[in-house]
């Protein structure tokens, strides 16, 4: 597709420097996983400049490390619970530690990240004029009493639990984006983010494809977490940025559910990743944690009927690319 549109022009002060991006883009968090495969893509874009403030709680220098140095690149240690001045077009705001162990490492820390993060965002977002999309996700469902789950569905979220300071806190950050939209006029854009997996993934981190690989790789026990017939639907991270980058540049607000609706019980995925990565591993099943959500499958048809999205790689297809990058990064080469 080929614009017949000029590119808007460069503010004065953009026009002085020794290049012209059209665009200046915050990702907050962007040191993460998903927010590392997210920089990758809007680098590409010649017309982009991409600033992303990461405080490296689950994040590391190395996914970015291709662009350090690149002139439309910039990296700012930072915590977005603090204030943050830039003059920017466009924010992602990621940073919020995604996978449960961590944010229930320090769930006060994690609420703050939600809330006083995200108003720090929005304030960014008023200042300048630029448009804001918030990563949410399908945590704001609770453990759901609608399957699969469309977006207009409140959910079932416990107040005080265990993981109340990610989903409760995810659910504020989205009453704040609504508010600065109404009351101040604020662009926004809302994700709701079903579970991703990829390559970059914290190794340790405790999610279930991360832990179901790497465990199959060290010739480990797969751990599924009782009762084992649990659900969730996985999304590849490229599916995922694609899906985060046309709702940026679209005109619905959302929220909107980004995911795949290839539902598995962990259990099956279990199975599976021995099947393709070493049929020898064991499978044991180990005690859960409180408020496991039960099911969880996104209706996507709004993604896909005002986004044109859908995701193309099935788990079967990601599985090996993932498997690739954790081979690489353990030093633990496939059996001949
Ligand atoms: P991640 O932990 O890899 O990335 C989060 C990034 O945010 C890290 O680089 C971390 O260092 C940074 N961060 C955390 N707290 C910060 C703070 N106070 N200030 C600055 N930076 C901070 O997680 P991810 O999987 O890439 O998730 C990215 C976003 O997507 C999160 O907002 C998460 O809630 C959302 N999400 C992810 C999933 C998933 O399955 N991966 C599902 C639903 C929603
Ligand atoms: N903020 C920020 N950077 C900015 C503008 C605001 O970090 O460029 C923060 C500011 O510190 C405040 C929050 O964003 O805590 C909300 O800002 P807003 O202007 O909406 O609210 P106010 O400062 O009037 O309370
Ligand atoms: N799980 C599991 N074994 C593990 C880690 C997680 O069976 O080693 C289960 C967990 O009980 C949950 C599902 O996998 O039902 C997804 O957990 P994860 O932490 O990846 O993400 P969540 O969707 O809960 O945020």
Request: aromatic share 8%.
């Amino acid at each position: 597709h080929v614009s017949t549109k000029p590119p808007p022009e460069p503010s004065p002060l953009r026009k002085a420097k020794f290049f012209q991006a059209n665009m200046r883009i915050l990702v907050t968090g962007g040191a993460g996983f998903i927010g590392s495969h997210l920089v990758d893509k809007l680098m590409q874009n010649e017309k982009n400049e991409v600033i992303v403030v990461d405080n490296y709680f689950t994040g590391s220098k190395d996914n970015l490390k291709q662009w350090i140095g690149h002139p439309r690149f910039e990296l700012i240690r930072h915590d977005v619970t603090e204030p943050l001045l830039v003059e920017v077009d466009q924010i992602y705001h990621l940073a919020c530690p995604a996978s449960p162990i961590f944010y229930k490492y320090n769930p006060v820390k994690t609420i703050k990240t939600n809330v006083i993060g995200t108003l720090n965002m929005l304030g960014v977002a008023k200042r300048v004029g630029a448009r804001i999309l918030l990563t949410s996700t399908s945590e704001v469902y609770g453990d759901p009493l609608v399957h699969p789950q469309t977006e207009d569905y409140w959910g079932n979220v416990n107040p005080i639990g265990v993981r109340s300071c990610y989903d409760e806190g995810k659910r504020v950050a989205e009453t704040l984006m609504f508010d600065y939209h109404r009351q101040h006029g604020i662009e926004i854009r809302i994700a709701r983010i079903f579970n991703t997996y990829g390559p970059r993934m914290n190794i340790d981190d405790g999610r279930v494809v991360s832990n179901f690989i790497a465990q199959a790789i060290r010739d480990e026990p797969l751990t599924v977490q009782l009762p084992g017939t649990q659900t969730r639907s996985f999304c590849y991270v490229s599916d995922m940025v694609d899906g985060l980058i046309r709702l940026m540049e679209g005109n619905n607000t959302g929220p909107i559910n980004i995911g795949n609706p290839g539902e598995f019980t962990m259990t099956e995925l279990a199975e599976t990743v021995k099947e393709m990565i070493n049929p020898n591993v064991k499978i044991i099943t180990v005690d859960n944690t409180p408020d496991d959500p039960r099911q969880r499958k996104p209706n996507i048809t709004k993604a896909n009927e005002l986004l044109g999205w859908e995701p193309k790689i099935k788990l079967r297809d990601g599985i090996p690319l993932m498997e690739e990058d954790f081979r690489k990064r353990l030093e633990i080469p496939r059996k001949k």
